[in-house]
């Protein structure tokens, strides 16, 4: 007997976008966007053209580049919004627009100013329209979780007899729990007389923690697609983590009874990613990808493990692509066992990137005595922040005791020349801080700072993030190094050049062109 596929609709790059302090660029929403191709999602939701301009031409690079999954575009129920979407969907293989209106008596008296049939003669107009343009037309009741039920199974009957091929159940607020949700969408299938004709999809929010959980019981009940973030981002407390809905119908499939056409091998990479690009650190007992959900403690446990791995391991860390942390290279390693390790590990580069790679590869191996691939994959990630360049840093010295004020030197590169600035400061980090805000030529306003290592040991390669913010936009950046100075120096240089491409900086304070 077939065993039937949950379709899953990805809304990292729209829903987690909106996650407070995440701002990605094109480039970074496209990486992710290829990710999630190769993790094999089946619907990507792209973002919301209308929004902005940099979310249009963002949906419409993905559209143009990322083949495979469905590409969506989100619209309100209006003509404007989803002129937009059909604008920036052009060139998608497989457009989808996905088009929303709230149907809670909450929302409709006080947001909308909207009767109940205002409303669905709205959606079921939206939908129709969008229909001229595109055969894959998403229709979702905002706060359908908090909306009268026999007007949502009203509003649904009449969008599908609309066209619309997906209808979704979204719990807006994070309100409901798993058994209430479940007997809303059993609910639904038994009151929308044409119901077979449309996927059943929901979309959880993580208020009350229970966002994994209701997807899950929404699936009991006979939902077809799930809409999920990687690592969870998304407004507030985010949105169904996709990696644990995921590995939970992997790993208790004689339960749930269906299938998913996701890679496993590639989660850990798109988390990794996710995190890297967005700056929110997973923490370290999150579930599936957090750094500790396969580190085994106690001692009971090790022994168990080692004996039989299943005595405490129901999911395999290769299952979602993290290797056993094997010393694979050192100093002496060649360019071909450097580049078969990184295909092993699932990156897919052109030789100009390996190259540039190799020659950091190298330079690290010179410092550590033993690279792992947990080393490799942040070389990798590192590599991707690093556009674009408007700084770089080429030179760094510090000089810091208990006793003495620290100063550091630095020396930045940039198209228009080298400027070199020393600074002193409350310790080494403030230091180099401020010696890189002299060199860059304007203030800096700081907004967070972290530091962690990569991999375990005295010689662990450390990784900072740091978010700078301008006009009340955050921006974050990121450093790589063994020596944990010039990785908070890097990341602050990082996070100055991402906030640099976004606003600009006046002509006359950029220092090199002084120099
Ligand atoms: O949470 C929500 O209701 C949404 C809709 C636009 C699907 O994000
Ligand atoms: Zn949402």
């Known amino acids: 007997m077939d065993i039937p596929v ?46 902005s301009p940099g979310d249009f031409t963002a949906v419409s ?11 969506a575009g989100l619209a309100r129920a209006g003509q404007k919004d989803i002129d937009a979407a059909v604008n920036a969907l052009k060139q998608a293989e497989r457009p989808r627009i996905h088009t929303f209106i709230a149907t809670s008596d909450i929302h409709l008296e006080y947001k ?14 939206a939908v129709r329209y969008a229909k ?62 044409n119901i077979h004709k449309a996927d059943i999809s929901v979309h959880c929010h993580d208020d009350l923690g229970m966002a994994v959980a209701n997807s899950l019981a929404a699936v009991e009940n006979g939902a077809t697609q799930v809409e999920c973030t990687v690592n969870g981002l998304g407004e507030r407390a985010g949105n169904a ?13 004689e339960f749930y009874k269906v299938d998913t056409r996701i890679d496993t091998k590639q989660i850990y990479r798109a988390s990794r990613l996710v995190s890297t690009l967005s700056g929110i650190v997973v923490p370290p007992n999150k579930a599936v990808v957090g750094e500790n959900a396969f580190a085994h403690e106690s001692g009971i446990h090790q022994h168990g493990i080692l004996n039989n791995s299943l005595t405490y391991e129901i999911m395999r860390p290769e299952d979602v692509g993290i290797s056993r942390n094997a010393i694979v ?26 190259n540039v790679l190799f020659g950091r590869f190298k330079e690290l191996a010179d410092r550590k005595k033993m690279v792992f691939d947990r080393d490799i994959e942040a070389l990798v990630n590192e590599k991707v922040t690093l556009k674009p360049e408007w700084y770089r840093l080429s030179y760094h010295h ?7 004020l620290a100063t550091a030197t630095v020396r930045l590169e940039t198209s228009a020349g080298i400027v070199e600035h020393a600074s002193c400061g409350d310790g080494p980090v403030d230091a180099s801080f401020k010696a890189i805000e002299a060199a860059v030529g304007f203030k800096v306003s700081l907004r967070d700072y972290a530091i962690k290592a990569v991999t375990s040991g005295e010689d662990a390669l450390g990784e900072a993030i740091v978010w700078v913010e301008c006009d009340g936009r955050p921006f974050s950046g990121r450093g790589l190094s063994t020596d944990v100075i010039e990785a908070s120096a890097k990341a ?10 976004v606003c600009g900086v006046p002509e006359d304070k950029i220092s090199g062109k002084q120099a």
Request: charged fraction near 25%.
């Open 492 to 501: 602050y240089v990082n996070a100055i050049n991402k906030m640099i491409a």
């Open 329 to 354: 290279l050192g100093k002496h390693s060649g360019r071909h066992a450097f580049e078969d390790r990184l295909r092993e590990l699932g990156f897919e580069l052109d030789s100009d990137a390996v």
């Open 241 to 253: 983590s996709m990696e644990e809905i995921i590995m939970a119908l992997h790993t208790r499939k």
């Open 112 to 125: 909308l100013k909207m009767t109940r049939e205002q409303v669905l003669a709205r959606a079921e107009e």
């Open 398 to 404: 510090v000089v810091s005791g208990n006793r003495m």
């Open 132 to 193: 001229r343009f595109v055969e894959d037309v998403e229709f979702s009741a905002e706060d359908a979780s908090r909306s009268d039920w026999e007007y949502l199974c009203q509003v649904y009957t009449a969008v599908i007899h609309a066209g619309a091929t997906v209808i979704n159940i979204p719990d807006t607020v994070g309100y409901v729990t798993p058994a209430e949700f479940g007997a809303l969408i059993r609910y639904i299938r038994e009151h929308v007389p």
């Open 6 to 51: 949950i379709k899953i609709f990805d809304t990292t790059l729209r829903d987690g976008e909106q996650t407070p302090g995440v701002c990605l660029e094109v480039g970074e929403k496209l990486e992710i966007a290829q990710a999630l191709a190769k993790l094999r999602v089946d619907v990507i939701e792209a973002g919301f053209p209308i929004a």
């Open 61 to 71: 690079q993905i559209a143009a580049k990322v083949k495979g999954p469905a590409i």
